[in-house]
């Protein structure tokens, strides 16, 4: 059960110390994430106290808390990610997950991704990035992901094959804060 309680003690977890190991992989990419995208509280409604919901399309996930408050995290989307909507719950949570791409990217991309159809062990270099929440329906994994990226650049834009993917620091924050069993949205 999610209560406010859990709430605050993930709040007060995360805000100890995030692990800064996320920030050292070594990215092509110089960026400035836009102030829009940090985590923040917003006024939201229409949910939960627990709630994750994500707006592919504007580009934002929302955890939310009571009395019409919500934190906002900025995300990115990938083609799959926008296909994806309706209700799910998290199935499952990994810390640096081990990643390897769909059939249908390899068959898509196979000259990107035949390489990895052995899989990609967890770490800096991992698409998923520092950590993934599975999206589940009905006890079945969807293939759908919330998880980090080693492209924090991508953060607001709608690129790649992936799902919803946010800065590793911020998915790390999330993760702290939802609980295996919390119920996604995605409009």
Known sequence: MFTRRKLLLGAITSMVALPALAHKAK??????????????????????????????KAHF???????????????????????????????RKAEWPSWRPTDNMIRREPRKYARYAGGVAGGLKNPLGARALYLYRDNRDTMYRIHGTNQPWSIGRSVSNGCIRMINDHVMDLYTRVPVGAKVVVL
């Open 27 to 56: 990215t092509k990419k110089k960026f400035q994430l836009n102030p829009v995208y940090l985590p923040q509280m917003v006024k939201f409604s229409g949910h939960p106290p627990g709630t994750v919901v994500v707006d592919p």
């Open 61 to 91: 996930l929302y955890l939310v808390y009571s009395r019409g408050r919500a934190r906002r995290y900025g995300v990115g989307v990938g083609k799959a990610g926008l296909k994806f909507k309706g209700t799910a719950r998290i199935g």
